[in-house]
């Protein structure tokens, strides 16, 4: 018998990455420098990765290793959060960074790859294990595979050698591309071999939803349509497009934000719970979760889903560019920077619950948050109550403090029977003084350890966009009068008038 | 006055308003009362208050507890107590943490009190953490209705003279539950932290490999060490059948916290592995059929094994295993 297994003790040490070359696409690119590094860097120092670890980082800018190696080196003092850096262990770190300049869409650079994958894998012991980070724009995520599988780098000769592929979001732009894209990655990949990422799902507090929900015996009982009034899904940016206004103006809210974060937050909120905690058994509850929710009829559409483009303000005297001023993007932009969706599941626990899921950017704060509202007591002994103070309301908070709230009556301190809303406040923060680490680090990790839960599956995008894909057709072919909202304002009124339809109110959160 | 439960939560409470008042004037960016425990930690008189109280702040931001240490001053005959409240400001952040400190002093005699006003200290619906830190064992009977209420009963065993008689106590306490049931708490022994990197190497060295048949352990001292004594134990829980020569391999024994384990010698068919740290220092060097790689074992401090303790949700069955096959030569 092998001794893997027992000699493990999760109790009090980790299991080991095994050692792994992982080769970045668009490493000259922002996420690497931002993300991926800080994170790599940050697994590294906590001792997660193999001494057998390795980059390889390619795009067509020429570098050397060391003009590589000194532009991490830069990204990750600068972004590196939460922690010190330690340039000891960045020596360390850095002599298994490597780069290789070339053009995705040629074929020399596949075969240059291999060659660089097998030195490295000589000079670093990576046992031939290799991870594939699309990191690059998404127009070239269906070349690399078929580049990776052209050169044969997809799988190797070693039986006990792995390859698998990270693919970055957005998965597809539409329900036809995203179908498109997987049929691309198949015909390279076997699908437990495909990573998608949400790194909504790799973040501690959306983790910490399963285990609020399913650790506790306290709220289950009431986390259906009989206790449940219903759920606020907020995900709200006060930043504009920051330079990236190319890239938003063909995605928007929608497709950037709710199609696949807000969706997969949602799957976890309303899951049924799994019978054991895999990786498959997780993703089949959340993936039946993705495909109860009913699909709106074009004619629904306009009463559902609410688009919203932010106009020019100004606030504390500075005036702020509405969407259309922004650099790179059109003078007559139908772009969604807001959304708002009213979505339905049809099963036994949820049927005829709304849930509004709303996503901005230029809200008035930066806040993720969701929020359960219970219904109301069944009779109103205190008439002297503020009544749509959002009471009998459980809140999970994301981002930016992480945690989570319950809002209840109270009563006034002092004579009579005089109710107030108070919040009884569960902060991750403080009552872990641990550092939490960050999503990229969890979905990294998870992947060199082939762990899948926390990626999406197929039937999950393809899910997720069968959902959104009505809203799309409906919204390409109508026509807003865009801007319908000022920057640092909740958003459209339309918004506000599609809850009002059910007689619920958006919280402010 | 004596200490009385009731008027040092009321203490701890005015210290907390005065501290919430201070936030508001600092605009928010004040303190954040945290709480994830109470620990109870038995002391001597003689522990260097300085050295404790280092060591038990820099826990508190993993682990943020009503920390209540019970020192022992064999001749004092009133029990007096003091409060305080520790804050610290987590790398990167405006907030302060901060966390409940009540230090009490009383002569074993007067235990059978001490226990009354540590009943009346922790903190409602928390895991009480009971750490055992010098008081001898035996002294523990007038503590009983406190190790009664603790989810946790930590010991340290490494630096004991006498093993069989550490590993006698471990085990009754480890049993020793009302009506002889398995007792309310669960029992952790600093000692078996120190041997986790060791049980780390091994399994990452080990993984994919056949089972190994024989092995021998070397320690540093003349008497067995108890992490090598666990050391032992666990192989041959994990390993049943396993062989495994136990010696002395040097007559001198190093001083606390550098590791007294020298040699570790795995063999079968199809496994040759060898760990060795020649000094009990950080490096230690690992050989696999033959080849030579180097490991680093950092320092092992209180801190840091009590740390790795507290990091452990349910029971330690590895660990229980161990206990019951340990033995002494
Ligand atoms: N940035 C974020 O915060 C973020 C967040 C979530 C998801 N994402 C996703 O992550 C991916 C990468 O984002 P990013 O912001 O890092 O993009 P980016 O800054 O545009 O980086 C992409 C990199 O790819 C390289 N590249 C472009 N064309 C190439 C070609 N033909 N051959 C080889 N390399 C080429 C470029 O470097 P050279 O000019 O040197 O070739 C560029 O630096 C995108 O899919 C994005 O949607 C980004």
Known sequence: ?509 | MPADAARLLHELDETWRGLGKDQDKDLGTGVLRACAMTLIVAAAEADDPQELGGMLSSLMQQHPSRTIVVRTCPHRDEVEARTTVQCWMPFGRRQQICGEWIEIYAGTAQFGEVALLLLGLTVPDLPVVFWVRHTALGHLDALRPVLSMATRVIVDTSEADDQVSALDAVRSLAQDGPDGHEPVWRLADLAWGRITRWRKALAGILRNAPAPSRGSIRWAGEKMSMPACYLDAWLRSVFPGIEIDLASSDPVRPPVNVGRIRVVQLNGAGVDVRLERPTGGPNVVAITDGLQSGLVFPRLDEATLLAEELGIAGPDHLFREALKVARTG
Do not use: C
């Open chain 1, 1 to 509: 018998m092998a001794a893997t297994q027992v000699l493990d003790d999760p109790l009090r040490f980790d299991r080991p990455a095994p050692p792994a070359t992982v080769v970045i696409f668009g490493a000259n690119g922002d996420l690497t420098q931002r993300k991926l590094m800080p994170a790599l860097y940050r697994l590294a120092f906590e001792r997660r990765l193999a001494p057998g670890f390795a980059v390889i980082g390619t795009s067509r800018t020429v570098m050397s290793d060391a003009e590589f190696r000194a532009k991490m080196r830069a990204g990750v003092e600068k972004y590196l959060e939460d922690s010190p850096f330690d340039a000891a262990l960045w020596e360390e770190f850095e002599r298994g960074l490597y780069y290789l300049a070339g053009d995705i869409s040629g074929d020399a650079l596949y075969h240059e790859l291999g060659a660089k994958l097998a030195a490295v894998e000589a000079e670093r012991h990576t046992g031939g294990n290799a991870l594939f980070y699309l990191s690059t724009q998404p127009s070239y995520y269906a070349r690399v595979a078929e580049g990776l599988g052209t050169a044969g780098l997809q799988r190797t000769e070693d039986p006990a050698a792995w390859r698998r592929i990270i693919v970055e979001k957005p998965f597809g732009h539409d329900q036809a591309s995203a179908r498109q894209l997987n049929a691309s990655l198949h015909g390279v990949f076997e699908e437990p071999n495909i990573y998608r990422i949400d790194h909504y799902l790799g973040k501690e507090t959306v983790q910490n939803i399963l285990a609020f929900r399913f650790g506790n015996g306290i709220f289950e009982p009431l986390w259906n349509r009989r206790y449940v009034n219903h759920v606020q899904i907020t995900a709200a940016e006060n930043i504009g497009v920051e330079g990236r206004g190319g890239y938003y103006q063909e995605a928007g809210a929608l497709r950037d934000m709710i199609q696949n974060h807000l969706m997969q937050v949602m799957a976890t909120i309303a899951m049924e719970p799994p019978a054991v905690f895999d990786a498959a058994t997780v993703r089949d509850e959340r993936a039946k979760l993705l495909r109860s929710i009913r699909i709106l009829k074009p004619d629904e559409v306009a009463t559902h889903a609410v688009a919203g483009q932010y106009g020019p303000a100004q606030i504390g005297g500075e005036r702020l560019a509405g969407f259309r001023e922004e650099k790179g993007v059109a003078p007559d932009a139908r772009t969604d920077t807001y959304a708002a969706v009213t979505l339905f599941i049809e099963n036994w626990r949820w049927a005829g619950v709304p849930f509004y899921i709303r996503s901005g950017k230029r809200l008035p704060k930066r806040v993720t948050d969701i929020a359960i509202q219970f219904n109301t007591a069944p009779l109103s002994l205190f008439a002297d109550g503020e009544p749509g103070k959002w009471p009998n309301l459980l809140v999970v908070r994301i981002q930016p403090e992480e945690g989570i709230s319950l809002r209840f009556f109270s009563k006034r301190p002092g004579s009579g029977m005089t109710l107030r809303p108070v919040t009884m406040d569960f902060n991750y923060g403080t009552s872990f003084g641990e550092r939490s680490p960050s999503a990229y680090e969890t979905l990294l990790l998870d992947a060199l350890l082939g762990d899948p839960t926390l990626y999406t599956r197929q039937d999950m995008v393809e899910a997720s966009w069968a959902v959104v894909q009505p809203i799309l057709d409906v919204w390409s072919g109508s026509r807003f009068e865009f801007p319908n909202y000022a920057s640092g304002t909740w958003g459209p009124k339309e918004s506000e008038e599609m809850l009002a339809r059910r007689g619920h109110v958006w919280r402010i959160p």
